[in-house]
């Protein structure tokens, strides 16, 4: 079963804006992360942050985290042609010590040049 | 290339065959879990391995599937009597337990199509 729900489910932007995906989740969680997965491969990490923080940079990447509100968002900055992909966020339970991923059903991001 | 591999990456079957896949995992990793994605959703959690053993099996995961890691090292997932609703993408992960919180390395993925 899926616990994140992720908005938008599409986003189509031009090159040089920023692309803002968020995402909501029902239980308590150890952390959150966020995946990008382009058509039809496998899933790259991006960015891991913990239950006590709040707010994490990457590069272009920023993440917020609000456990009060159970949701995530994560904005990409500056975008480009290449990070067009699925954005996926995923989170581990707070009661679990498997490092087992629940993942959300994804945002589609095309970025166009 | 030392990252997660997984053969094959595409397998056509007919339905009531039995299908195995491979996951080879980033060499010192001690965790290996297998996850299911379908078509327009996220990847599903089926199982995962510390070491050899197999300490969590997805409640949504039929008889039919077994996966096994023998050694520590590689791990095998099989379907038997494969069904059309079986057809998906088999992603492999991969992470360390040292340190902590712990990213997981995603192989390609096995493509399975159950005609």
């Known amino acids: 079963s899926q616990q994140g729900e992720e908005d938008p489910q599409a986003l189509s932007i031009q090159e040089g804006e920023n692309a803002t995906m968020n995402c909501s989740y029902k239980?308590?969680?150890?952390?959150l992360q966020w995946y990008r997965q382009n058509s039809g491969r496998g899933l790259v990490h991006l960015i891991l942050i913990r239950s006590n923080e709040r707010e994490k940079h990457s590069g272009r990447l920023r993440v917020t985290l609000d456990t009060s509100k159970k949701s995530s968002s994560l904005l990409i900055t500056a975008s480009r042609a290449a990070d067009t992909a699925s954005y996926f966020c995923?989170?581990?339970?707070?009661?679990?010590?498997?490092?087992?991923?629940?993942f959300g059903q994804g945002t589609t991001l095309q970025v166009k040049p | 290339d030392t990252g997660v591999s997984q053969n094959p990456r595409h397998k056509i079957t007919k339905r009531g065959q039995n299908v195995t896949f491979r996951c080879d995992p980033i060499?010192?990793?001690?965790?290996l879990y297998w996850y299911r994605q379908t078509l327009g959703q996220g990847p599903e959690f089926l199982t995962y391995f510390q070491n050899e053993a197999q300490l969590e099996k997805s409640r949504l995961l039929s008889d039919r599937f077994s996966a096994e890691r023998p050694k520590g090292s590689f791990s095998t997932l099989e379907i038997q009597r494969t069904e059309q609703g079986d057809s998906a993408m088999y992603l492999c992960a991969s992470s360390s337990l040292a340190g902590g919180p712990y990213e997981q390395f995603f192989g390609p993925g096995t493509r399975l199509t159950v005609l």
């Open positions: 995923a989170t581990e339970a707070g009661s679990s010590n498997t490092g087992k991923l629940i």
């Open positions: 239980t308590s969680i150890n952390n």
């Open positions: 060499s010192e990793h001690n965790r």
